[in-house]
Structures are given as structure tokens and as C-alpha cells.
């Protein structure tokens, strides 16, 4: 069997900048399906024809991706064989700002040394780099805000007429605002006044943590070439594959530790252990739907498959005092 499971699969990107740099700039995400697809139906000509038909094993992708039950209440909307899947597309505009903090550790106790380490018993007898504790305070502050998202997923609902047919994750935009000029004691972090609840009461009360959960945002002029009018709400109808975004910084740091039984020691420079201060890898992290084909029921889930197969690109542009840098599919360790 298979599951579909709401913990996504990570496709990350990483990009090396040197420390205590403060950036701020555009960030850039496009995600569509595969090339490999082109000659295959879109992600929903797809599934509906065949997964939810029967044509293929049900119990392998046993949770639909796009919501509903039944292949009878799945539209049809005739885009079988005509090249299409260019439709599942996913594309992200961020703003981005922050940096990262880094510093040396705090070491608890001296550093023992060899002789110490021989009478306690312990293995690694190394000189001076083991301590009772070490605590790392090298700090992320790294945030990041969606602008935009444009996709051809948000009209599921209206296509099928049902809010039980969810073609699409909606990602959410968080604004903190206060509801007082000047300098502000409102704690812009409480859920915002409902005016209705209020009956009225609070019409200008306006503070707190405003969400917006944005599935697409754009508008299509139907004067470009094509059969299919996208200004149609029912017509987009497609697979935007990216459940959510997150944009964090990490270290190079591997804190060692050993015991001699009731004592641990620490190292960041023996028996594998480092920290590094030079620099510091910002981490956009692009989660897609997926599903767990390996899962049985009763077993814990965690998404190793897409459900279809798809090309991601990204694109930053930074300003402030880092000119330039390295992106890479894999963490910079030097």
C-alpha cells in the first residue's frame, strides 16, 4: 500500500555567505512538471483517468491528492493526450532578509588534560579540547515574507462543485500590525478583533497577526493563443506541487561527546567534532506533496515520492554587503 502523507517531501538549496552579513532581497522559486511528462496528461487528466478509474493499483496512492471520492464527481475537462502537464506549475516570489550570528562556543570548566582523561577512564585522551559542557549560541535571524504566487491550481473547488476537492496547499503570509499610531504597546501578535464578535463595538480596532493563506494570486488575459480561458475560475484546474516554504540559516557544527560511564565530556575539535564561524549556509528548503509508497497501515508515514515528477529552480537577489555566492543542491562544508 501507499499513503499520502502531509509531511512533505524537502527539496533543498543552499547558499554559502560569509558571517554577520545583512542581506535583504528577492527570492525566486519555480517548480513545473517534468519535461519527461510532456508527452503524458496533466497531473488531474492523469489521476482522474487513471488512479481514481481504477485503471491503476488505488491502494498505492491510497490518499488522493486532489480530494474527492469518487471518479464519477471528478469533472471531466478534456485535456487528455494534448500536452498539457506545462499547466502543473508553481511559481514564488519572497522577500527575504537577515543573517546569521556567529561566535565562538561557551566552554563550562577547563579543558582537560591527558592525564585527567587516562585516570577517568575516558577513551579519547586527546589534550585540551574536552570540556563539562559546551553551548553554542550562534543565532538565525533569517525571515522571509510571500509576495506573490502564481499557479493554474485554484479553481478545484469551483471546477467540481464541492470545497471537498483541494487541488492546491495554501501558503500563508504572516502580517503583525499594530492599532495605535506612534510608538506602539499593542501586542501585535494576538489573533486580530472579529467586528462581528464585537457587535460592532471595536470598528477601528485593527491590530494583531493577520494571515493570509494564498493559493494564487495574478490575473490571465484570454487575447494570448489557446484554447482554454484561464480568467475562467473552473478552468484552473491544474497541479501546483509546493506544500510550503521555509528560508532559515544553519552552521557547520558537530558538538562530540563521550562518557566514562557516569561522566560526559564535550569537544567541537576531536573525534570528528568542528565548529565553523567563517560562514554560514542560507537554507530554502521547498516542500512538495507527496506520498509514502512503502507504508503500512499503522506505521508512521513520511513522504518519499512525488506524485509527479518535477524540475525546481530558484533564483536569490541579495542586496547588501554579500556580492556574491555559491548556490548548491547539497550543504557547503568549506
Given amino acids: 500500500m501507499g499513503l499520502y502523507s502531509a509531511t512533505p517531501i524537502s527539496i533543498k538549496k543552499y547558499i554559502k555567505i560569509p558571517a554577520r552579513r545583512l542581506i535583504s532581497g528577492f ?34 496512492y491510497s490518499a488522493e491528492p486532489f480530494g474527492g471520492t469518487s471518479s464519477g464527481s471528478f469533472a471531466d475537462v478534456s485535456r487528455s493526450s494534448k500536452k498539457l502537464s506545462f499547466g502543473d506549475q508553481d511559481c514564488l516570489l519572497y522577500w527575504v532578509s537577515g543573517g546569521m550570528s556567529l561566535q565562538n562556543p561557551i566552554f563550562t570548566g577547563s579543558a582537560k588534560n591527558s592525564l585527567e582523561l587516562v585516570v577517568g577512564g575516558y577513551g579519547d585522551t586527546t589534550s585540551g579540547v574536552w570540556y563539562e559542557g559546551i553551548t553554542d549560541y550562534c543565532q538565525n535571524f533569517i525571515k ?41 504597546g499593542h501586542d501585535s501578535t494576538v489573533t486580530p478583533p472579529d467586528y462581528d464578535t ?38 484552473n484546474s491544474f497541479w501546483p506541487p509546493v506544500q510550503d516554504v ?58 518519499d515520492t512525488e506524485w509527479y515528477k518535477s524540475r525546481t529552480n530558484i533564483f536569490f537577489q541579495p542586496f547588501g554587503e554579500t556580492a556574491s555566492f555559491d548556490i548548491s543542491d ?3 562544508t568549506s
Fill in 246 to 303: 521555509e528560508v532559515y540559516g544553519t552552521h557547520r557544527l558537530n558538538k562530540r561527546s563521550q562518557t566514562n560511564g557516569s561522566t560526559s565530556l564535550y569537544s567541537i575539535s576531536s573525534s570528528g567534532g568542528y565548529h565553523l564561524t567563517d560562514f554560514w549556509n542560507l537554507v530554502i528548503d521547498i516542500k512538495m506533496r507527496g506520498y509514502d509508497d512503502g507504508w503500512t497501515s499503522g506505521s508512521p508515514s513520511q513522504a
Fill in 198 to 235: 464585537t457587535g460592532g463595538e471595536s470598528p477601528n480596532a485593527h491590530g494583531g497577526n493577520f494571515q493570509k493563506h494564498i493559493v494564487s494570486c495574478g490575473s490571465y488575459s484570454n487575447s494570448g493563443d489557446g484554447p482554454i480561458n484561464f480568467s475562467t475560475g473552473s478552468s
Fill in 144 to 184: 522571509y515574507d510571500l509576495i506573490s504566487r502564481m499557479n493554474y491550481g485554484y479553481g478545484h473547488g469551483a471546477l467540481n462543485s464541492s470545497e471537498d476537492f483541494k487541488g492546491t496547499v495554501a501558503i500563508t503570509k504572516n502580517e503583525f500590525r499594530s492599532d495605535e499610531t506612534g510608538v506602539s
Fill in 27 to 60: 527570492l525566486h522559486i519555480n517548480v513545473v512538471n517534468h519535461s519527461d511528462n510532456d508527452n503524458k496528461k496533466d497531473a488531474y487528466e492523469n489521476y482522474r483517468t487513471n488512479y481514481v478509474a481504477g485503471n491503476l493499483e488505488l491502494d498505492q
Fill in 330 to 332: 547539497s550543504e557547503h
